[in-house]
């Protein structure tokens, strides 16, 4: 397990899945995930298997990651716990600096700021693009469709969209987070679709390591607040009905 | 049926007896083999490609002519199956590579087989000429037509012999009937009707309408959002003509009952085994989907191989598998490379001997292994040009996982990914085998056969 110059190894990385080879691997899969979901998007026709594979490994990572993060929600209160914000640090702390997206080295002010300051009206979730995606892939290759579905909108998933039939049993919002979520949504219902698309792809773009490599060797090992904040940014509520699926005893599937 | 194990003592003892293809190594990707398999006498050997071509290989009567040829196998027919279509409605080429091949059982003289690509299932017949009619009264022997006002006798036409001919013909188009890709086809029991499943739907057709098809499994979920799982294989059982399985991505197995329901959605039986939380990883669900499954002869058991492993299931229990056999575990420690390169997602078959007492399935670096259920030995062995000396003994190869290198073990690192052995066929009787390795087809017989 690597640990930078001059810091202890505490105990406790073992607890949080191994440190940062653990992390260094969800950051692998995380990337390796998403350049192939990018490419096969460019396909006409990708396979659904490989399709299907690969969405549900950005869901373990996203869910991965969101439980990570919640393991540290911070509160106005949270200065009573002071045991656990050091625990998590000094483990997260531990990878040295210039590691790639580094998503977990933060300071505590930077996460909380982090997670307060939610995306701007052009950020849109991982696991609706990865929805919209589906979507069209079946639009573009069911012709028995009963329902007509053109370009669904990649947020269509996260809100009830008035006058979408089958989007009742979709409000995944979850109720849970703020009110800041409800705002973005709300702005970016009124996208074009072409629009949407486009902001994806440069978004999905913007995960490019490199650009968390350029930023965190400019910022102190201290203070990884970039890279944790544009990660973060796509992390969806998670609330879908597809995290059902996640557990092993899958129940017999859904029709 | 002579027993003999796979390894050691009374064991099998695989010889090279073939190998067929190209040897260039520039692989014309037309001729990479996509199936490979066996006609219910193992008399023919069929193999489709990705340039949608069958090649059917017969085996010939051992004779004592020719007592060096122990039963070779030569090209009997060959024909353009699928050629690529284009969808215009959706502005999708349709490949023309053979997912699958499947025999029917033979009824008379000729031989039928179901072929597939992604989207269509035809029936050809395969069938000799050997015999050609002569003397007609309304043309000369050349085939121009006689003048009718100088005919002033009758004849009637004899059969002559004619050199042999191979006449392979579609008798039976299945289109239409799969929105996805289609993986699997299976022919059942009763002889009259078959199965072919795509990612999400299984259709039932009777051979001798095309028409239609009747769906009896359905997945796709009303939303496609929720979809997080996909069929990957079906089979129909071996005997009881009402039974079929289907396999899955997430690594499950349902087993239906066409008696219970017209529609299958909810399966008789579900096969799963617990995962194991030590071994979890952010790669456990892609390893655990189910690439092939196969019923034993007998009925009894199936088998699946998933990317890791193969094992073997006794259909009166489903909450495990009865056995389980370590493909390559050495690739364990290198998913998310295999992840990164597509390896990965490599769809490996698996098959069992005529006597359900042993199973093979393939690797990468051209390795194939066979696991004897009797004993439990297994064997590594390759497929390669090297080794292709006639009736020369194939030695037992070993991947070395770590420390020192014994000589003629190989290490992970040194595996050729880019050859694998995904499509394997065993005899239904003898100790002969068909491994395809990429566009060669490799068939190697045991000594003591």
Known sequence: MMVARGMKRKLYGSDNGGGSVWESQLQSVLDISLDKFQRDQA????????????????????????????????HPKLHTQPKKQPELLSTLGSIPAGHS??????????????????????????????????????????DDCGLSVPQRLPLASMENLPGDGRSKQNSTISHKTDGCRASILGNSSHMSNYLQEAVIDDLLLDIDTNVFEAEANSVSPCAFSFPADQLVKYLPPFSNSSAVSLTPASPPMVR | FAGGGVGGGNDFQWCFSQVKGAIDEDVAEADIISTVEFNYSGELLATGDKGGRVVIFQREQESKNRPLSRGEYNVYSTFQSHEPEFDYLKSLEIEEKINKIRWLPQQNAAHFLLSTNDKTIKLWKISERDKRAEGYNLKDEDGRLRDPFRITTLRVPVLMPMDLMVEASPRRIFANAHTYHINSISVNSDHETYLSADDLRINLWHLEITDRSFNIVDIKPANMEELTEVITAAECHPHQCNVFVYSSSKGTIRLCDMRAAALCDRHSKFFEEPEDPSSRSFFSEIISSISDVKFSHSGRYMMTRDYLSVKVWDLNMENRPVETYQVHEYLRSKLCSLYENDCIFDKFECCWNGSDSAIMTGSYNNFFRMFDRNTRRDITLEASRENSKPRAMLKPRKVCTGGKRKKDEISVDSLDFNKKILHTAWHPKENVIAVAATNNLYIFQDKIN
């Open chain 1, 43 to 74: 396909l006409v026709e990708p396979s659904l298997l490989r399709s299907v594979l690969i969405t549900n490994t950005l869901r373990q990572v996203q869910s991965v990651v969101k439980t990570h993060l919640s393991g540290v929600s911070f």
């Open chain 1, 101 to 142: 997206a580094s998503l977990c080295s933060l300071g505590v002010e930077d996460m909380e700021d982090d997670l307060m300051a939610w995306p701007s009206e052009e950020d849109l979730s991982l696991a609706t693009a990865i929805t919209g995606i589906l979507n069209d892939l079946d639009a573009a290759l069911d």
